[in-house]
């Protein structure tokens, strides 16, 4: 059986409109000609998508169930299009914001210079909304923070592989008035930080006593998802900062900083897994970026 994909926008339209009249309004057919591409799309199926003895339009079971495939058939039907006619390759990442930041820039460089006519798109948003696009194969290699793998509800969808594994440190100002204590983590703890990160799915992976005692303490103080206005913040403001090692020791500003070692009570490290969907054939030139990105978090 082949689907027809302008008869699976058409039902997407009606689906999210709940409305015959007006998906045909937003797609400009008139009512009979995407009645019909309905009716044709049902007797391909085998089975009724709207229950239509309601003056409202319902979606049935199979239905719902269509509407979640359709999304990523269309997806990915729109992605072979742009490959076949710009003739290259392209890749879709999404990281967090701290992945990009610390660990992707020197790794594009060097597969730019292997891969040059492999196209790369690469963006930033929410963990959940990040899975759900991949889910729907609109895009095909996720960079996040390992800790938010726990978090997952169906980890099984995923080939997940960790490629960075790198230490905390904490970075102040030389004469921070802190490093004139024995700087234990009470003391710690008591000073204003900015944190890069730190959102909800991470502080659920914490484990709820020690992440108690955080949100306690008022921690952090501010919260930017940005490493280098963290930094910044650390050596113009005052307050203490917490940043992967490899990130702080490529950075000039952090020469004139203290930098302190601070294992955290957590265990939390600067730890990166790239992942994928389980079932993808593996992609040479995709496992080449990934090795890239490792490579260079090892090198730093």
Not at 77 to 89: E, F, H, L, T, W
Not at 126 to 141: C, G, S
Not at 249 to 272: E, F, H, K, N, T
Request: net charge neutral; glycine share 4%; charged share 20%.
């Amino acid at each position: 059986m082949d689907l027809n994909l302008t008869r699976l926008r058409r039902f997407l339209s009606v689906y999210r409109n709940e409305s015959f009249s007006r998906a045909a309004e937003e797609l400009g057919v008139t009512n009979s000609a995407l009645t019909k591409s309905l009716q044709q799309l049902e007797q391909e199926l085998g089975s009724p998508l709207f229950d239509r003895t309601t003056r409202v339009v319902s979606p049935t079971e199979a239905g719902h169930r269509l509407a979640l495939r359709a999304e990523e058939l269309l997806a990915f039907a729109g992605q072979v299009r742009d490959d076949v006619s710009s003739g290259a390759q392209h890749i879709r990442l999404i990281a967090g914001p701290a992945v990009i930041e610390a660990s992707l820039a020197a790794a594009l460089a060097a597969f730019y210079k292997i891969h040059p006519d492999v196209r790369i798109t690469a963006e930033t948003m929410p963990p959940d909304l990040a899975f759900a696009r991949l889910r729907r194969r609109e895009v095909e290699l996720l960079l996040y923070h390992s800790n938010l793998i726990g978090t997952l509800p169906d980890r099984q969808s995923f080939r997940i592989t960790q490629i960075i594994d790198e230490p905390y440190v904490a970075v102040l100002r030389a004469d921070h008035p802190v490093l004139r204590t024995d700087c234990s983590p009470d003391e710690l703890l008591a000073q204003q930080w900015a944190i890069p990160g730190y959102d909800p799915l991470y502080r659920a992976a914490i484990p709820a006593a020690i992440e108690g005692r955080y949100r306690r303490a008022g921690f952090p103080h501010y919260r930017i998802l940005s490493l280098s206005a963290c930094l910044s913040l650390a050596a113009e403001g005052g307050l203490i900062t917490l940043l992967p090692e490899p990130f702080v020791r490529a950075q000039p500003i952090a020469r004139d900083l203290a930098v302190l070692p601070i294992p955290l009570a957590d265990g939390a490290r600067y730890s990166v897994s790239a992942i994928t969907l389980a079932q993808a054939p593996h992609d040479p030139i995709l496992d080449s970026l990934i090795g890239l990105i490792s490579k260079q978090g090892q090198a730093r």
